[in-house]
Structures are given as C-alpha cells and as structure tokens.
C-alpha cells in the first residue's frame, strides 16, 4: 500500500509542475495602418531673392501606427495641384518626421513643377508611409500656396547701345555667353531710328567697344566682321532682331525674327498660331485652346531652323528642346527671351 500511495503522490506532483509551467502567449496582430497626419507652417509662401537662404516652410507629420512597434520609412511627396501625384518630387526621410526648405530650395521645386515666377500657384503635398514594399499608407494631402521668383543668373555679356535706345551704353539691351566662351547671344528689338549699334564690353564707354569691320546684307539678315576701331553696326530694316556676336574671331550677325508662334499636338503640329510681341513688358503671347493633353513648341519664321522646347521641364527654354507639355483647356502662353541666357515661358 505504502508503494501505491508513493506513485500517486508522485504523479499528481508531475501535474501540478506541469500545470504551473505553462506560459501565456500573446500573439501580435498588424494592423491596417494608421496614416501620419501631415501639416504645413505656412500655407501660403511669397518667395523671393532676399529670403532664399531662409527656412520658409516646415512640413512635420506624426507617426504611422501599425499595431506594434516597426522600422517606418517615410517619403514627402510635391506635386503641381490637379495632377494627382502622376510624377512628384519625392524626398526621402527615413524615420524623421519634420522636413524644412529654404527660400532657393522651395523655389527650385516650383519651379521646377510648373509654377509660373511671380504668380501664385498651387502645390499639393503628402507624406507616404512605408512598412514594406507592399504595406504602404498616405497622408491626406494639404495645398500649398506658393509664389516662385524668377531665378535670374549673369552671365558674362556684351551690351548693345545703339540708335534705337539713344546711345546710353547704361540701359542698353544685352546679349550673353552662357557657356562663357566668348561665344554670345540675345534677343533685340529696334523699332526705328538709323539701325545703328555697337558692342560693348561694359554698360560704359570707358571700355572696349566693338564697331563695323566688313558685313553683308541677305534680305533683313546681315553677318560680318568687327573690330575695336571700326564704326556703327547695323540691322538692315525696323523690327526684332537675334544677335550674335563672336569675340574669338570678331565675327558677329543679326537675324530678323518676323514672328515667334505656337505649334503643336493641339493644331495637329499644322499651322503655327501667331503671338504678338508687347514692347514694353518685352515678351510675345498667345491664347491656344487644347482639346487633349500633348506637347508643344516656340518656332521663329513659321520654320523650324530657330525653334524652343524645354528639356527637363524646368520653365527653362532650350534650342531644340522636348516638347512642352500642355493640359486641356483654354490658356495663355507666355514667350520672354528679355534676359539673354534667362529665356523663359509661361502657360497660364
């Protein structure tokens, strides 16, 4: 009996133990994801020159909640409003939560979106949230208010006075060397007077100036040679003029421009729409209505030999550039080939 009652002792001890090692297991259940709720200080940006080293705008967002404690990845995404994030800048963050840009760095991305300088305009921005590849959420978008500058960069230049602007050499138009090899360029327009101008290489007299070498006249366009004793250049006839002008071999021309005009997938890339030059504000417009999404382009002449497009779609315009994008509807288009190396445009 003593045997028997020492085997259910000992079996009714092994369950005991047992019973009191079990453990709880708690079980961890991902959830959907709660988005990061996203706010901007402020809402409403004026950019300027004087404010471009300036931090003008703060984007913080909060944390992402997906149920238990993960590595977030988060991206703040731009984009030009009414496009639906189709092709944003995107800013990778990691795990920060707070996002800041300076006057030059804001104005860089409007720009750079399509935002007209000196014109109010619309950004929308979102916070992406990422887990996975496959486990992403967003923020709700905000709207962004946003007046970018133009960004104006000087280029070594020529100035040109002459007759049409009564000989000050200190207000006189300019054409420029972007790259900066003695090679320059720019967009004048002489509306009557003698015709007469020289170069040179200040906006003064006290320096070098460039007069008449040799030249010959086709139609309105002339080309010829320069020299720094040499007197007036010349345009053959009124109107605008593309000049060039060649210090390492002193040879210079001026081209008429007797029309800049649109062309494109709206007209069928059929007959060019004309645009009009305003002499004061120095640039050229046009109303097109667009029935479709496409492109477009800027040809001087009705012809293709002098034509822009914008390579990199960054309101920059570029020789024989990719074609400009438009969206449906009714706009005006802005040409301004005023700031040599600067030439811009504007669909509004």
């Not at 996203?38 to 703060?58: F, H, N, Q, R, Y």
């Not at 101008?197 to 200040?202: A, G, L, P, R």
């Not at 007209?267 to 477009?296: E, H, L, Q």
């Not at 990199?312 to 020789?319: E, I, K, R, S, W």
Request: aromatic residues 10%; hydrophobic residues 35%.
């Amino acid at each position: 009996m003593k045997k028997l009652i020492a085997y259910i002792t000992c079996t009714g001890l092994a369950v005991l133990l047992l019973g009191s090692c079990k453990k709880d297991i708690t079980e961890t259940v991902m959830k959907e994801g709660v988005p990061p709720v996203l706010t901007a200080s402020p809402s409403t940006i004026v950019l300027t020159d004087a404010v471009e080293t300036d931090t003008v705008e703060t984007l913080s967002w909060s944390t992402s909640d997906y149920g238990f404690r993960a590595a977030v990845s988060y991206t703040v995404q731009i984009a030009k409003a009414g496009t639906n994030f189709s092709n944003p800048k995107e800013v990778n963050m990691g795990a920060s939560t707070q996002l800041k840009y300076t006057g030059a760095e804001l104005n860089q991305v409007a720009l750079l979106l399509g935002l007209a300088p000196a014109s109010a305009g619309e950004l929308e921005v979102r916070v992406k949230s990422a887990l996975t590849d496959s486990l992403v959420i967003f923020s709700e978008k905000i709207t962004l208010t946003v007046t970018p500058y133009k960004v104006i960069i000087n280029y070594p230049s020529l100035w040109v006075p002459g007759d049409y602007q009564g000989w000050d050499a200190a207000s006189a138009e300019k054409i420029s060397s972007k790259l900066g090899n003695g090679i320059y360029e720019g967009y004048v327009n002489f509306p009557g007077g003698t015709l007469q101008f020289k170069y040179t290489s200040e906006p003064d007299w006290n320096h070098i100036n460039y007069g008449w070498a040799s030249s010959t006249v086709s139609g309105n366009n002339v080309s010829g040679t320069f020299n720094t004793t040499g007197g007036n250049l010349f345009v053959p006839s009124v109107g605008y003029y593309l000049l060039k002008a060649n210090t390492n071999d002193n040879t210079w021309s001026g081209t008429q421009i007797t029309s800049w005009s649109l062309i494109g997938d709206f007209n069928g890339w059929g007959a060019d729409v004309p645009m009009t030059y305003n002499t004061s504000t120095k640039v050229w417009t046009a109303t097109i209505d667009v029935a479709a999404a496409g492109g477009f382009k800027f040809r001087a002449n009705n012809a293709w030999d002098i034509n822009f497009g914008d390579t990199g779609a960054d309101l920059g315009l570029d020789y024989n550039g990719d074609n400009i994008s438009i969206t449906p509807g009714s706009h005006e288009v802005t040409l301004d080939l005023s700031i040599p190396g600067n030439y811009t445009y504007k669909i509004q």
